[in-house]
């Protein structure tokens, strides 16, 4: 079976959700990756990157889309690097500071 060829993520398959990666991809960015939005480059879904289904998590993570199951992320981190392969992503927007929320007063 091909990655592309799961068709549905079922409830009771040991996947968590793309926050499960967030300490993984803080190491690797200055900014929280899980609040940007990625379109998934297979089926062109838009949404958080915390929302994607993620997949493994001791060396890496694989996030896949919640739509269509097609990986959008893989990030891997090794004794000589991270390895991050976006190519399941037609675009990642990481919002600018001036969509966050407004500091509490
Ligand atoms: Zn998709």
Known sequence: MSEH?????????????????GGLLRELFAV????????????????????LVAYGHRMGAVLRCPRCAAPVLRVVRT????????SGARVVRVRALTDAAPPPA
């Open 5 to 21: 060829a799961s068709s549905r993520l079922g409830a009771d398959d040991g996947h968590l959700d793309g926050n499960a990666a």
């Open 32 to 51: 929280d990756v899980t609040a940007a939005d990625a379109t998934c480059a297979s089926c062109a879904t838009t949404g958080p990157v915390g929302a």
């Open 79 to 86: 004794p000589t690097g991270h390895w991050l392969d976006l």
